[in-house]
Nanobody
Framework: QVQLVESGGGLVQAGGSLRLSCTAS????????VGWFRQAPGQEREFVAG????????RYADSVKGRFTVSRDNAKNTVQLQMNSLKREDTAVYYC?????????????????WGQGTQVTVSS
């Protein structure tokens, strides 16, 4: 069993930055792909970014390419999402999720473990 906890959310002005962290407990992150998803009010949850367990493979949604960067430190059991040039439309609850394997998929149904989420609010 892998327990995931997100942190780092908050309120930021448009154009600003936030750094989200996803920390695993109960089991090492090694061998797991970690994805970031988000859900805005009234909308479905969507894929944001993901990283392979080795860190060598990353994938991003078109809406965040060039602005968000995902990275991981397996020794510390953490995955981070650096979010720059934030826009109002980035406002959402952000979740990290993990799946065993080494392919980053955007399909949320392929991720077995989920955190509780952290709120990100971008004001104009």
């Amino acid at each position: 069993q892998v327990q995931l906890v997100e942190s780092g959310g908050g309120l930021v002005q448009a154009g600003g930055s936030l750094r989200l962290s996803c920390t695993a407990s109960g089991r090492s992150f090694s061998g797991y792909v970690v994805g970031w998803f988000r859900q805005a009010p009234g909308q479905e949850r969507e894929f944001v970014a993901g990283i392979s367990w080795s860190g060598g493979g990353t994938r991003y949604a078109d809406s965040v390419k060039g602005r968000f960067t995902v990275s991981r430190d397996n020794a510390k059991n953490t995955v981070q999402l650096q979010m720059n040039s934030l826009k109002r439309e980035d406002t959402a609850v952000y979740y990290c999720a993990a799946r065993l394997g080494d392919t980053v998929y955007s399909n949320q149904n392929l991720y077995r473990y989920w955190g509780q989420g952290t709120q990100v609010t971008v004001s104009s």
